[in-house]
C-alpha cells in the first residue's frame, strides 16, 4: 500500500451517507478525480434519490426529471450503492472511519420544526414533512392518518411546501392520475371533501417565500380559485421600501394582484391566500380538530432591517379540520457526528466537519446540502453546495489532512454487513426495482407505479 490514497493501488475509499440530491452532486464531484477515487453510497431506505423521489411534489415530473442525472452518477462503476442501511444503526460512525478515508454526510433535513401551540399534536395536525411523504410513497409514512372529510383545510407558512400542499388538495383526481403519486394517496384524495383551503402567513405579502411558478400554478387549477383579499394587499412604507427592485416578489405581487382582480370563478374548491395572522391554537372537540384560533399581525422593522411580525392582540376563529404545519424542515442528529441542536445541521466550516468541543476540524469529515446549510434553495441549489465541501476535501487531501482508513478494502463493508444480517440493496437492484416501477406506470400513463411498502420492494428483488 503506498502512503498516498488516490493512486490505482490505493485508491481514495469515500463514503457518502444519504443518496438524495447532495449526496448524488458529491459523489459526481469526486468522480472528478476518476481512477482514484471509489464511494459507497449508503442510503436507510431501499431507493436512492431523497427529496427527488419522496420530497418533490408528483405533478412537478420537470423537477423529477434530475434523477436522471443522477442515475448517470449510480452507473458509474467507481460507485457502489448500499440501500436499506441505516448509518448509526446497521453501520456505526466507527466503522465508517475504519474503512473510509473520508465520510461525507449529506443526509438533508428529515423533520420539521415545530410551532409550539397548544393543539398541535392532535390527530390531523400534520407537518407538510409527513404529509408530503404520505402521498410520494415513503415507506414509513404509508400508514399516516389523514383524515379528508372535512371541507376545509389550514396550510400554516407560505414557502414552496406550503404551495405544494396546498396545490395537491386543490387538484382534481384528473390532475393528478398521470403523475407517479402514491396509490393510496390518490384513493383518499379521490374521497377528499376538502373544498377550502387557507394558506396562512405570518407576515404580509412583501414576505412570502413562494417562488413565481409556484404562485402562477395556482391560477390554472382546474378545480380550484385562488382567492385573496384585496385588503390584505396593501402594503405598508417598509415592506414598499423593502421589495424596490426586487422582480421576482413584484411578480408574486402582480400574481396575487390578478387573483384579487378575477375573484372566484365558480370552481368548486378554492385556495384562500390570507396574511398577517399566526396561529395560536388548534380547536378541538371530542378528539377532532374543528378549526384553529389565528392572532392578527401587524409588521415592525427590526433594528436588523428585518421586517417581522407581532401581534395585536386581536384574534380570529377559522374553522378546519385538517392543519397542515408547513414551516421549514429540519435536520436531526447522526449517532457520533457532531450535530447542532439550535439550526438542525451538522456544525461545519464551508462543508468541513468542526467538534463543538473543540471549535476544530474533524480530519476527514465533510457535509453537503441542507444537514450543511440548512432546509432551503431548490434542488439545484445542492450542486454548488456540494462541489464546495468536496473542494474543500481534495484540498484536505493534496495537503496531507485526511485520517486514512487503516482497512480501506472493498470486501470490508459488504462483509460486515451480511455478517450483521443486514439485507442491503446493490445498485443492480435498485435498477430492477425501478424498471419494474416505470413499467408498470406505462399503462396508466404514469411515470412509474412506486412501490411503497420494503417487503413488497425484497419480495420483488427475490422473485
Ligand atoms: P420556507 O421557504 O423556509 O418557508 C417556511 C414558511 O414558514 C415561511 O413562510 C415562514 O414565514 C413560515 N413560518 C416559519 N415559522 C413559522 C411560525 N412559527 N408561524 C408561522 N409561519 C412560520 O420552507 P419550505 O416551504 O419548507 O421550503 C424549504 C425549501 O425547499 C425552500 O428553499 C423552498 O423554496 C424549497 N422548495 C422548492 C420547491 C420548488 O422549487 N418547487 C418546492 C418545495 C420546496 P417567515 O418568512 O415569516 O419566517
Not at 469515500?14 to 464511494?39: D, N
Not at 436522471?68 to 440501500?83: E, Q, S
Not at 409514512?141 to 379528508?148: K, P
Not at 389565528?294 to 432591517?305: D, I, Q, S, W, Y
Request: charge should be negative; proline fraction near 5%; aromatic fraction near 6%.
Amino acid at each position: 500500500m503506498t502512503e498516498h490514497p488516490g493512486s490505482a493501488e490505493r485508491p481514495l475509499r469515500v463514503a457518502i451517507v444519504g443518496a438524495g440530491p447532495s449526496g448524488f452532486y458529491a459523489a459526481a464531484a469526486l468522480l472528478k478525480e476518476r481512477g482514484r477515487t471509489t464511494i459507497d453510497l449508503f442510503d436507510r431506505l431501499i431507493a436512492p434519490h431523497g427529496l427527488v423521489r419522496y420530497g418533490v411534489a408528483p405533478d412537478h415530473q420537470n423537477i423529477k426529471a434530475v434523477a436522471k442525472l443522477y442515475d448517470r452518477t449510480i452507473a458509474d462503476p467507481a460507485v457502489r450503492y448500499f440501500g436499506n442501511v441505516d448509518v448509526g444503526r446497521d453501520l456505526t460512525h466507527a466503522d465508517l472511519k475504519s474503512h473510509y478515508d473520508a465520510i461525507f454526510y449529506t443526509t438533508g433535513a428529515q423533520s420539521d420544526r415545530r410551532l409550539g401551540i397548544p393543539g398541535e399534536d392532535l390527530p390531523n395536525s400534520l407537518s407538510a414533512t409527513e404529509f408530503v411523504a404520505w402521498y410520494n410513497g415513503h415507506p414509513d409514512f404509508r400508514d399516516l392518518a389523514v383524515d379528508l372529510s372535512c371541507e376545509a383545510a389550514v396550510v400554516v407558512g407560505v414557502g414552496n411546501v406550503a404551495m405544494d400542499v396546498a396545490r395537491i388538495l386543490a387538484k382534481s383526481v384528473e390532475e393528478l392520475q398521470e403523475t407517479d403519486i402514491a396509490d393510496h394517496a390518490l384513493a383518499a384524495l379521490a374521497q377528499s371533501r376538502v373544498k377550502d383551503i387557507y394558506v396562512i402567513a405570518r407576515r404580509g405579502p412583501a414576505q412570502v417565500k413562494f417562488t413565481n411558478a409556484e404562485v402562477r400554478e395556482m391560477g390554472h387549477l382546474a378545480i380550484a380559485d385562488p382567492i385573496v383579499l384585496d385588503s390584505e394587499l396593501r402594503l405598508d412604507h417598509a415592506s414598499s421600501a423593502a421589495i424596490e427592485g426586487d422582480t421576482a416578489m413584484q411578480k408574486n405581487l402582480d400574481y396575487l394582484r390578478a387573483y384579487v382582480e378575477i375573484g372566484a370563478t365558480g370552481k368548486p374548491r378554492r385556495v384562500h391566500f390570507r396574511f398577517l395572522l399566526s396561529p395560536a391554537e388548534i380547536l378541538a372537540e371530542n378528539g377532532r380538530i374543528v378549526g384553529v384560533t389565528l392572532e392578527k399581525n401587524e409588521l415592525r422593522a427590526a433594528v436588523t432591517g428585518e421586517i417581522k411580525a407581532s401581534g395585536t392582540g386581536q384574534y380570529e376563529i377559522l374553522p378546519a379540520g385538517l392543519v397542515l404545519r408547513s414551516v421549514g424542515y429540519k435536520g436531526i442528529p447522526l449517532e457520533g457526528v457532531p450535530f447542532d441542536r439550535r439550526n438542525g445541521v451538522i456544525p461545519n466550516e464551508v462543508g468541513r466537519v468542526i467538534d463543538l468541543d473543540t471549535g476544530k476540524v474533524v480530519a476527514g469529515e465533510y457535509v453537503a446540502g441542507w444537514i450543511k446549510r440548512g432546509p432551503n434553495g431548490v434542488i439545484g441549489t445542492n450542486k454548488p453546495d456540494a462541489i464546495e465541501s468536496v473542494n474543500n476535501f481534495f484540498e484536505d487531501l493534496h495537503k496531507g489532512r485526511l485520517a486514512l482508513a487503516p482497512d480501506p478494502s472493498l470486501e470490508a463493508i459488504p462483509a460486515l454487513l451480511a455478517a450483521r444480517g443486514v439485507r442491503y440493496v446493490t445498485k443492480e437492484e435498485w435498477l430492477v426495482i425501478d424498471a419494474h416501477e416505470v413499467a408498470a406506470g406505462k399503462p396508466q400513463h404514469k411515470p412509474r407505479v412506486k412501490l411503497v411498502e420494503r417487503a413488497q420492494m425484497l419480495a420483488l428483488l427475490k422473485g
